[in-house]
């Protein structure tokens, strides 16, 4: 497969009180053309800063090493117009709080059809066509009204579809999705990720997909990786990570995750909590809150290796596999 | 134990006046619930935005007035006005909430030391070094170590926070403690800690929950009870187990659908919920012609 998106050794850093902190660790993944990937991990991860780097959206003062690379453009290195048609034609971003990125005081149509008519000399006409259709098909009944609203007269769902909408209007390649969903509602959460999908398909667009909620990711995209601490610390297939996980901080994770359908005596709570990549010790990051860990995972970071259905940071993979005692049964077949 | 009700709700309404169309009307929020908590039990009040359920939970302690209905707290009236500081505080030490948000809902000059001994104080006449004691107890009830104690809220990760905020409802020693979305703002690994910690409690001081949430599998692990409310009325009441096992109305088992898990399929959801989806934007435009 032929990677649209090439991250290969992403490290960055961003001042706080005066230092350059690390934020991401050493960071490498493919995104193929049309491919969805997971990004999953607690606060302080670093999965919407990696996102940011992708978009070029980092804060000032931080600092990258590695490379992006995107359709063989060095992502990192743009500027001017290279710059400027990456973000027109390559990404689009969807972010989680829909309010909060669209302007208040500008009509919904507006809002969407400015870009195509400032930037891309379509007429105003042509415009409102395209946007009117694409509204349709997120699901927004009476399009043409709409546009004629303003985004308070508009519901969260119904504003998050209008985001989507305006992120395929510019028919980018990449969308990088943060949290689009989990502002809202569970039953508008299942409709908006399946028109989100269903675009995403037809027009053959790749999708980097960041969330907290594992199932979620697991349930959208073709692969998950995990991240803790700035560092990804497995990425494999999406429907193996339940019953197979690489890592025992994804183990760890699914098994601390209140069930809809089985009452637990007590959760498997996870002792700790989630740390940002620059209060992470030396060796594995998860070590402390590892159930698995002994006197040789805190020697050094254990690097991300290949296994056969994925990748892993676990140095005791070998020996953990089919044991760390996923949720469902039939667990463990190595 | 005897089967007492603790929290007793009849045909409980609350509207609030909106314009709509230049002219003034009444919505909604709260339309004829009633429902009961037996001492020592737990209820789950569950439905997505809009459905009411945090409405109650402001109607449960008072920080809104109910327009009708009656709300009783181990057998007396809720809802007219507390005559006089002390009936207000005798209401406090009925019934403690704990919020979603633990960064707004702490002082942030004050210690958590400091924040739990002006709650104990409150609400016992309690000297010096018993008040200190108190809040030690409070304070390792949930697990937070002297120097967190000692700490102002701004040197708390989000998960400490919310074990002060159950401290401090704790030091009322309540009968009934509200927790609204208390554990919906917290990373997974942190959920499962305040969730064990609640059960706990639980165990320890007999304290009924009340539990506001949009989270099922949350609500599964936490209560015996639910009620599933849908635009201010109850569309299904019944165990825990048997609501989400088995739910009676189409409304429950959309919303149990809707929630990932392995083999979830939106695109399914999306269909089957599509009449009510219709029925939904027909609302929505409603709302937003308004």
């Known amino acids: 497969m032929s990677a649209l998106l090439e991250v290969d050794g992403l490290t960055v850093t961003l001042p706080v009180a005066g230092l350059q902190q690390p934020v991401l660790r050493d960071i490498s993944f493919t995104l193929g053309q049309g491919e969805a990937l997971g990004l999953v991990g607690e606060s302080g991860s670093g999965k919407s800063m990696t996102a940011r780097a992708i978009g070029r959206l980092l804060p000032p003062g931080a600092q990258c090493e590695g490379r992006i690379s995107f359709d063989g453009d060095s992502v990192l290195e743009l500027d001017g117009a290279g710059l400027r048609t990456y973000r027109t034609h390559g990404v689009a971003m969807i972010f989680q709080d829909p309010r909060a990125s669209i302007n208040p005081v500008r009509r919904v149509g507006d809002f969407l059809t400015e870009a195509l008519v400032t930037n891309e000399g379509v007429k105003q006409d042509d415009a409102n066509t395209r946007a009117a259709e694409l509204l349709d098909a997120v699901g927004i009944d009476d399009p043409r009204r709409r546009m004629r609203q303003y985004p308070h007269q508009l519901s969260g769902g119904m504003l998050q579809r209008v985001m989507i909408a305006a992120a395929l209007l510019i028919n980018p390649r990449l969308i990088l999705a943060d949290e689009p969903t989990t502002a809202l509602d569970v039953t508008t959460q299942a409709e908006v990720m399946a028109i989100l999908d269903t675009l995403r398909r037809e027009r053959g667009v790749s999708m980097l997909f960041i969330t907290h909620d594992l199932e979620l990711a697991a349930a959208v995209c073709d692969r998950t990786a995990v991240m803790y601490a700035g560092l990804l610390m497995e990425e494999q297939r999406s429907l193996k990570l339940d019953s197979d996980p690489l890592h025992p901080y994804t183990a760890a994770l699914v098994q601390a995750r209140p069930d809809i359908s089985v009452t637990h005596e007590r959760l498997l709570a996870i002792p700790g909590r989630p740390l940002s990549a620059f209060e992470a010790p030396p060796g594995c990051a998860f070590g402390p809150r590892c159930p698995h860990a002994e006197p040789a995972c805190a020697q050094a970071v254990p690097p991300l290796l290949d296994v056969d259905t994925g990748r892993s940071r676990c140095r005791r993979l070998p020996e953990l596999r089919g044991t760390m005692g996923a949720k469902s049964a039939g667990a463990g077949n190595g | ?290």
């Not at chain 2, 219709?278 to 929505?284: E, I, V």
């Open chain 2, 1 to 290: 134990m005897a089967d007492t009700a603790i929290v007793e709700v009849i045909g409980l309404r609350k509207t609030y006046p909106v314009t709509q169309d230049g002219q003034r009307t009444d919505f909604v929020a709260v339309d004829d619930v009633s429902f009961s908590v037996q001492q020592g039990s737990s209820l789950a009040i569950v439905g997505e935005s809009g459905s009411g359920k945090s409405t109650i939970a402001k109607l449960l302690v008072g920080l809104e007035r109910v327009t009708a209905g009656t709300i009783l707290i181990d057998g007396v009236d809720r809802t007219a006005k507390p005559r006089g500081a002390r009936a207000r505080r005798q209401r406090g030490s009925d019934v403690q909430i704990v919020f979603q948000d633990p960064y707004t809902s702490l002082d942030r000059r004050q210690t958590v030391e400091a924040a739990l001994a002006e709650a104990v104080r409150l609400h016992s006449n309690l000297g010096r070094d018993q008040v200190a004691r108190r809040v030690k107890e409070l304070a390792e009830m949930v697990g937070l170590d002297q120097r967190q104690a000692e700490a102002r809220p701004i040197a708390l990760s989000g998960g400490q926070r919310q074990r002060v905020a159950i401290a401090r409802a704790l030091a009322a020693e309540p009968r009934v403690l509200i927790l609204d979305e208390s554990v919906a703002a917290l990373d997974v690994s942190i959920q499962a800690q305040i969730l064990n910690l609640l059960a706990d409690i639980r165990e320890a001081t007999g304290v009924t929950y009340l539990l506001i949430s949009h989270d099922l599998a949350v609500v599964r692990q936490l209560t015996r009870d639910a009620i599933v409310m849908r635009r201010g009325q109850v569309v299904e009441a019944g165990s825990t187990v048997s609501v989400l096992d088995h739910p009676q109305e189409a409304y429950t088992r959309r919303l149990r659908d809707s929630v990932p898990r392995p083999g979830w399929d939106p695109h399914q959801i999306s269909r089957e919920g599509a009449i009510a989806t219709a029925d939904d934007q027909n609302t929505a435009t409603k709302e937003s012609d308004r």
